[in-house]
């Protein structure tokens, strides 16, 4: 079955001690992203990629790292999380940009709290 | 940097009733592509339509049809005889396709209500 998996899909966490948040796609997808869904806002991409070791920064980057090492995964790296980085992330990932391979498709979410 | 506007923070409809949702974005790309999602309560992230710019014709899925006016950069949908499923949270987007290729962003919007 085609899909974006994200793991985990529920965090509690503290301030300061780094997590990873892991996003796979078996349908052999070119372009990655991460996006971040607070209360009353839509969904912002925090970091996208448009091929293995090839990223660019979204509109809400600070605080966050990623890498594409491989053409599946692309992990989202809090290196000391803080608590205004609560929120709702969400992994999205593309064939391509032309026509139907720009449609997205997305994980399930990882809901992520910081105390 | 683009934007994406969504006006309407709520809307309702009485089911078997048509509704249309505003969508407006600034943009000084030429080429780029229009989305709008349905996020239901589960929060998963289901894609309803998608138009390209370069496209004079509007798209349309079954009931749902946008209203796409390039000049004016709006980009609405309507949902033709609403049905109780149709309640949700639907977000319209915008996805670069040259300068920025693969960068996105989403207005911040509109919960449905669908009235039986």
């Known amino acids: 079955e085609a899909q974006v998996t994200q793991n985990p899909r529920y965090l509690i966490t503290v301030t300061g001690k780094k997590l990873t948040v892991t996003c796979s796609q078996n349908?052999?997808?070119?372009?990655m992203s991460w996006y971040r869904q607070d209360p009353g806002l839509g969904l912002r991409q925090i970091y996208y990629?448009?091929?293995?070791?090839?990223?660019d920064k979204g509109d809400v980057p600070e605080g966050y790292k990623v890498s594409r090492k491989e053409k599946r995964n692309f992990p989202l790296i809090l290196e000391s999380p803080s608590p205004n980085q609560t929120s709702l992330y969400f992994c999205?990932?593309?064939?391509?940009?032309?026509?139907?391979?720009?449609?997205?498709?997305f994980g399930a979410g990882t809901r992520l709290s910081v105390l | 940097a683009q934007t994406v506007t969504q006006s309407q923070p709520e809307m309702s409809v009485q089911e078997a009733e048509t509704v249309t949702l505003s969508c407006t974005y600034d943009?000084?790309?030429?080429?780029?592509?229009l989305f709008w999602y349905k996020q239901p309560p589960s929060r998963q992230m289901i894609l309803v339509i998608r138009?390209?710019?370069?496209?004079?014709q509007n798209a349309t899925e079954n009931r749902f049809s946008v209203n796409f006016q390039k000049a004016a950069k709006s980009f609405s949908l309507k949902i033709s005889d609403s049905q109780l499923g149709d309640a949700a949270m639907y977000f319209c987007?915008?996805?670069?396709?040259?300068?920025?290729?693969?960068?996105?962003?989403f207005g911040d919007g509109t919960t449905l209500t669908v009235k039986p």
């Open positions: 999205a990932s593309s064939l391509g940009l032309s026509g139907s391979k720009n449609i997205q498709y």
């Open positions: 349908m052999n997808h070119e372009y």
């Open positions: 990629s448009m091929n293995v070791e090839v990223t």
């Open positions: 943009t000084s790309e030429s080429d780029y592509y």
């Open positions: 138009q390209e710019a370069y496209k004079q």
């Open positions: 987007a915008y996805r670069s396709f040259n300068t920025n290729a693969g960068k996105s962003t």
